[in-house]
């Protein structure tokens, strides 16, 4: 019997997307905006939940990244501290502006950038007469990085923050919205994201005026006169009013969607609760909220009987049902391998030994069932 594909990470819709959709067609608002990405962007800047922050919504993560960096003036030969333990769109954009990525090691409590090593590369870069331009940390698979530690670093040093929330909307650190804790900070709205508008991103700025060079430059760049007239290069970013419609119905039910979220971390801490060899990765202590957007185990198959990350994966994968190995670290990738590493080594153990689960907030209790017995079995046999 054929069984359905249980995905890492599907989207979820909530009912009301269509309602959004629907008025946008009505009164023909086909285009790069309209009432939709405005309403989208007060309803995220709502969300946030923080005083004098302003919102831009573009057409992917990645997008509102190369414009954080060309916000703070990173260009050619410059260089850019990266997380190293994070997805490829986090280091792409420094590459665009021709800038060096270098990248840190994450610490083991949150897998985030580790604060001792990005102090170690700041100083490093600047006894090379290279000082960093930006800072790109990551709250990965919706674990807040240690923002007070980064942030003091990056204020000693006088070096911006970029917070790369992708991946943490519904994430809080002692209280505070992640997307809401860098200088800059960027939102994803990907397919497989908390919440998504299928592809989508935001920009969020503490000042309007970087909001509205932001939305400038997403629009081609186009300078006020009656005819096309461009006195900078501009890029084609900002996300539609469709697909904004979508955002503002899963808007409504982001919340839900974070405790199902929650709900899937919770099952996999009972699951593993009495099994030898399975650590579930949670927040280190209480001023760490994470919206678990994929729940994370690391396998230790000196304790599992032999079972490995890899042959736990490949059980999942038999009964159709997706599994994912941990980022690999940019370090380890061969278009960043000649740029510059600080660490010692924790990334590199996390993507030999973790494991990313499905972590749908769509998936059922046959799910749960299916899930359950697969990992059962791999590890009795």
């Known amino acids: 019997m054929n069984k359905n594909k249980i995905w890492l990470s599907s989207p979820h819709m909530g009912g009301n997307e269509l309602k959004y959709i629907n008025e946008a067609f009505k009164e023909n608002w086909i285009a790069p905006l309209g009432p939709n990405v405005t309403g ?22 990645t997008a509102a990244l190369h414009l954080a960096l060309i916000l703070l003036g990173v260009g050619r030969g410059d260089e850019v501290i990266c997380q190293s333990m994070t997805f490829a769109a986090s280091a792409n954009p420094i590459a665009y502006l021709g800038a060096t990525p270098v990248f840190v090691d994450s610490e083991a409590d949150t897998l985030n950038i580790c604060p001792n090593q990005l102090e170690i590369a700041i100083k490093d870069r600047i006894s090379k007469g290279k000082k960093p331009k930006a800072i790109i940390a990551v709250h990965l698979y919706g674990m807040p990085y240690k923002v007070d530690e980064v942030n003091a670093i990056a204020e000693k040093y006088e070096t911006p923050v970029i917070e790369d929330s992708a991946e943490a909307l519904g994430s809080t650190y002692k209280g505070r919205n992640c997307g809401s804790l860098g200088d800059f900070s ?8 908390i919440i998504t508008t299928s592809g ?8 309007i ?8 430059l997403a629009t081609q760049a186009r ?5 096309y007239q461009h006195s900078q290069i501009g890029y084609n970013y900002r996300l539609s009013n469709i697909s904004a419609g979508i955002g503002r119905g899963q808007m409504e039910v982001l919340d839900k969607r974070v405790q199902g979220r929650r709900n899937m971390f919770q099952f996999y801490v009972n699951l593993f609760r009495d099994m030898d060899g399975i650590k579930v990765f949670e927040e280190p202590n209480d001023l760490f909220y994470s919206n678990h957007w994929l729940t994370v185990i690391t396998v230790d198959e000196n304790i599992t009987g032999g079972v490995s990350r890899e042959d736990l994966r490949k059980c999942l994968d038999s009964e159709n049902i997706e ?3 941990l980022w690999k670290p940019m370090h380890m990738q061969p278009v960043f391998s000649k740029d510059p590493y600080y660490g010692t080594g924790i990334a590199e153990e996390m993507f030999k030994n973790g494991l990313c689960l ?5 998936l059922s209790d046959n799910d749960r069932d299916r899930i359950s017995l697969a990992i059962v079995n791999c590890l009795k046999n």
């Open 323 to 325: 599994s994912r190995p």
């Open 200 to 207: 989508g991103g935001a920009l969020i700025t503490k000042d």
């Open 209 to 216: 005026k970087h909001k509205n060079k932001a939305v400038f």
């Open 186 to 193: 960027i939102l994803s709205f990907n397919g497989n994201k």
């Open 223 to 227: 300078d006020d006169a009656p005819h």
């Open 358 to 362: 499905p972590s749908g907030s769509n």
């Open 40 to 61: 989208f962007e007060e309803e995220i800047k709502q969300y946030l939940n923080s005083e004098n922050i302003e919102v831009a919504a573009l057409s992917s993560g």
